[in-house]
């Protein structure tokens, strides 16, 4: 089929269009990449605004730019029982999207999603997290910073998409470290600085597949004090270390896919998952398909994010312990709800926003069981119709400036192309320019003391001025780390280049070892997110193994 969207010819399989059949809803007409661009347009991660709350007056911290048309309350004021949620009747006669972007403009917006935080208030998207600033999407962590999708943590830095880590910085998917700096896809180990694939090693520098191993440098045996000589060099210099290690790095072959005691699926990093395919950054997932990251499980859904615990869903994003989700956005613990935003606790819902503990409401309007059966029929024939049920409120329709979500970060676009798309662009993106009183590329700890933390800093990526915090530079102290010479971020994404992207190529293995029990060229085939023009050698899980055990 060719998406509607970008032209680009998608296939729906059998197990697809039985999916689609069992929830009722037609099959999709835009690819897999565009429906997850239309979801992500409705994410805000990264951007926060200060602004009043529009009930207390109090100074918040909110999702929304205050030049946006929104409706905003702290959570507070939010969560409480002084407000009431607007509702609209349905008008046949007008589109249903139309109507509930109305009902969108009206209804006020919980500023900010933390749930359970203690000291994290600049962490959206986070769980039980203590003590934690700028942090994202994190469950359970104490003294966390400027990190992403870190995960039952303590005292890390800039890290991205790991669990159970102890003071470690600059760490992107690894487990189960401590002390370690600059690793890729590591566990079970400690002491590590610039190594990728390590497991159960300690006290290793830039080394590559090791297996229960010590006192490494580039895969080599060194004594103790060889190695914390070399170790003290490259903190000091991690950029000219971190050149050595890439070239060093594409000697070793590379495994075709993360997944890990998983059962008939595919896509990368995944684990503990069974019959679920074209997925990513997940774990325990069952029957589903085109997921992004999604912790802690799921069971026959497809196209969700950021929805752990999800059941029987599709096309939503944040629908946390819930189940039978359809075309929904930051639902928590909710039931049978279709088109609906910011919604917890509820129950057969239908184009609603804001609801706490609804129950069989329609753009947010009460109904009797057997009159919301009746009246959400008809809409949904009126939106079969007009081809438009089945699919998320577009992206035209997010509160949010395009250049402010997710999707910006996974789809980029010109400002052009998004104007010409008729979807929205920020041009006051929050951030300083131009007040920089110090410059930080010669400066190392021995010259510092805590006056530092009145100094404003220049990013020498994008000119952004930021600053450190206190534990920050007690971190970088305690570790012996030179102070970053980029904004939070900057690293940030210059950590996530390292990922690679949420797609698939069909590839053969390029192990060329007869002792791996083949002649001349692996012929195993595999899907794989290295595409054929990336430098590295992809072998298949098989001649992995043997070249790593």
């Given at each position: ?20 059949a069992k929830i009722g809803v037609p099959e999709p007409t835009s690819c897999p990449d565009c429906r997850q661009q239309n979801r992500l347009a409705w994410r805000n991660e990264r951007f926060l605004y200060k602004r009043k709350c529009d009930l207390c007056q109090k100074d918040i911290i909110s999702f ?369 320019f131009g007040q920089g009183t110090v410059g930080n590329q010669h400066l190392t700890l021995v010259d510092i003391d805590e006056k530092i933390l009145n100094a404003v800093f220049t990013c020498s990526l994008c000119q952004k001025n930021y600053k450190l915090i206190k534990p920050e530079l007690k971190f ?56 054929p023009d990336r430098p590295e050698k992809v072998y298949c899980e098989e001649c992995y193994r043997k070249e790593i055990y």
């Amino acid at each position: 089929m060719q998406c509607k969207n970008c032209q680009s010819i998608f296939t729906i399989y059998p197990e697809d269009q039985k999916f689609y059949a069992k929830i009722g809803v037609p099959e999709p007409t835009s690819c897999p990449d565009c429906r997850q661009q239309n979801r992500l347009a409705w994410r805000n991660e990264r951007f926060l605004y200060k602004r009043k709350c529009d009930l207390c007056q109090k100074d918040i911290i909110s999702f929304y730019s205050p030049d946006k048309p929104y409706i905003q309350y702290c959570p507070e004021c939010w969560w409480s029982d002084k407000w009431e949620t607007p509702a609209l009747d349905y008008d046949p006669n007008r589109p249903f999207f139309e109507q509930w972007a109305e009902l969108l403009r009206q209804t006020p917006h919980l500023a900010l999603i933390i749930s359970h935080g203690e000291n994290s208030d600049y962490c959206p998207h986070s769980v039980y997290y203590k003590n934690c600033y700028l942090c994202v999407s994190g469950v359970t962590g104490e003294n966390i910073f400027y990190s992403y999708w870190v995960n039952n943590s303590f005292e890390c830095l800039d890290c991205s998409l790991c669990f159970d880590l102890q003071q470690c910085y600059e760490c992107l998917y690894c487990r189960n470290l401590f002390s370690s700096y600059y690793c890729l896809d590591c566990e079970n180990s400690s002491e590590l600085a610039f190594c990728r694939d390590c497991v159960s090693c300690h006290n290793c520098l830039g080394c590559v597949g090791l297996r229960h191993q010590e006192y490494q440098i580039f895969n080599q045996k060194v004594s103790s004090e060889e190695y914390q000589r070399q170790l003290a060099e490259v903190k000091a210099n991690p950029q000219l270390f971190a050149k050595k290690f890439r070239e060093f790095s594409l000697k070793f072959p590379c495994l075709f896919a993360d997944i890990q005691h998983s059962e008939n699926s595919t896509g990368d990093r995944l684990t503990s998952c069974k019959n679920s395919h074209n997925c990513f950054d997940a774990e325990n997932l069952e029957d589903c398909a085109y997921i992004w990251n999604l912790p802690q499980g799921a069971s026959a859904c497809q196209d969700i994010n950021y929805s752990p615990k999800a059941e029987m869903s599709y096309d939503a994003m944040s629908i946390v312990n819930s189940k039978y989700i359809l075309n929904s956005v930051s639902c928590w613990d909710c039931s049978f709800v279709s088109y609906s935003w910011q919604c917890f606790y509820g129950q057969n819902l239908f184009g609603c926003i804001g609801l706490k503990h609804g129950n069989y409401q329609i753009l947010n309007k009460k109904y009797s069981e057997e009159e919301y059966n009746q009246l959400k029929k008809k809409i949904i024939d009126d939106m079969v119709a007009q081809g438009i049920y089945g699919k998320l409120f577009s992206i035209e329709y997010s509160p949010f400036a395009y250049n402010e979500t997710s999707a910006a970060e996974h789809f980029p676009l010109t400002k052009e192309g998004i104007l010409r798309r008729g979807w929205s662009w920020q041009d006051n993106l929050p951030g300083t320019f131009g007040q920089g009183t110090v410059g930080n590329q010669h400066l190392t700890l021995v010259d510092i003391d805590e006056k530092i933390l009145n100094a404003v800093f220049t990013c020498s990526l994008c000119q952004k001025n930021y600053k450190l915090i206190k534990p920050e530079l007690k971190f970088y102290r305690l570790h012996g780390l030179i102070l970053p010479h980029h904004c939070h971020d900057c690293r940030y994404a210059l950590r996530m280049k390292l990922r690679n992207p949420h797609r698939l190529w069909h590839r053969q293995c390029m192990c060329e070892n007869a002792e791996h029990n083949h002649q001349e060229r692996c012929q195993n085939e595999f899907e794989t997110t290295y595409s054929p023009d990336r430098p590295e050698k992809v072998y298949c899980e098989e001649c992995y193994r043997k070249e790593i055990y």
